[in-house]
């Protein structure tokens, strides 16, 4: 039996390991979960539930636009059907039950919205029903060109505090990495009472349909070519503020586990990787950290984590700035060998045979 010990504490939950589902239809089914339990997974996030999805059931009303106004009802139309939805509000509470009482793992509900108002009054409903957490996920794209940035973090501000005052349960921030000023952002979440952070959420981006013109959701799964940015915002707040850290995004391999830890999260959230292996995956993840810790002596996961964060750095924006300015100079001697070194092939081709 290995003596490493995996465990690690998230949003003051203890978990055997750090990898755990992140809010996706994984958690649709409870066969589903029972198998996420069963593989090692150690907690699983709910598939989010919309603002959209709560004000439309409690008003008839999306955003606040009627969509029997016909001035509205053309926009209106682009949001899913309520039927398109895998629960209704309603049933996901008794979701969120029933799964409470499938596993014995941690269960974080999650709500996906973007205004301070009435639904979020969902959140005490989902405490009620269980949830040992509440990952809040804040994704919009403003495009109003009169919102400035102290305005959108204050709403922002006003959503975390709406639901961390009324709350028991701990509450994690999912956030997007389009922030002025993101780490003054994590601390001004920090006092409105945020619990952890998840880092971060995915940009979607809709296509365009050029042979009927028009817009087209797209969604990929994700690849570790999206971890870098992750691990570098984790290394920036790992020591900057005592909440919970949480990478999202970009984990596909055991060793992009290792590189997330080592970078500062106290958890690894796992979507596509798992999509894409079944749930078994979690299995070699967990493998494969015990044995990279057991190859390096390292008994305990809370030795190891935020080994390479800037909180062992004296200057972290120096630290930072180093990094641009010897990744470009190495580019830069890295192309003028490239060049010269075509150059001269170019020139020994012309000569004859």
């Not at 239809?25 to 919309?50: K, Q, W, Y």
């Not at 139309?77 to 039927?83: G, K, L, R």
Request: glycine residues 6%; negative net charge; aromatic residues 8%.
């Amino acid at each position: 039996m290995s003596s490493v010990d995996l465990a690690t504490t998230y949003l003051g939950l203890r978990l055997a390991n750090p990898f755990i589902t992140g809010a996706s239809p994984l958690s649709d089914h409870l066969d589903t979960v029972r198998r996420l339990e069963d593989a090692g997974c150690a907690a699983i996030v709910l598939h989010s539930l919309f603002e959209e999805q709560i004000t439309q059931a409690e008003t008839g009303r999306i955003r606040r636009l009627d969509p029997l106004d016909p001035e509205f009802a053309g926009v209106v139309s682009y949001f899913p059907d309520p039927d398109a939805y895998a629960l209704r509000p309603h049933e996901y509470l008794e979701h969120l039950r029933r799964v409470k009482e499938a596993v014995r793992i941690p269960v974080i509900g999650s709500l996906n919205g973007t205004t301070a108002e009435a639904w979020l009054k969902f959140a005490g409903l989902i405490e009620q029903a269980g949830a040992d957490a509440l990952e809040l996920n804040v994704y919009e794209v403003n495009t109003d060109p009169s919102d400035t940035a102290i305005t959108i973090e204050e709403q922002l501000r006003q959503i975390v505090r709406a639901v961390t005052s009324e709350l028991r349960i701990p509450v994690a921030v999912k956030l997007s990495p389009y922030f002025t000023a993101f780490a003054n952002l994590v601390r001004q979440l920090d006092v409105a009472g945020a619990s952890g952070l998840v880092l971060f959420n995915r940009f979607l981006q809709p296509d365009i349909d050029v042979q009927h013109m028009a817009v087209w959701p797209r969604l990929e799964l994700s690849t570790n070519a999206e971890l870098l940015l992750r691990l570098r915002w984790l290394a920036i707040l790992r020591g900057q503020t005592r909440r919970s850290l949480a990478a999202t995004g970009g984990v596909a391999t055991p060793s992009d586990g290792i590189k997330a830890i080592l970078a500062g999260a106290d958890a690894v959230q796992m979507v596509s990787a798992i999509l894409r292996h079944g749930p078994s995956y979690f299995r070699p993840m967990r493998e494969g950290l015990t044995r990279w810790m057991e190859s390096l002596g390292i008994a305990r996961l809370d030795d190891v984590r935020g080994r390479l964060s800037l909180a062992r750095t004296a200057e972290p924006a120096a630290f930072e700035r180093a990094q641009y300015v010897r990744t470009l100079s190495k580019w830069s001697s890295w192309f003028g060998y490239e060049a010269q070194r075509g150059m001269h092939e170019e020139d020994e081709s012309k000569l004859p045979s």
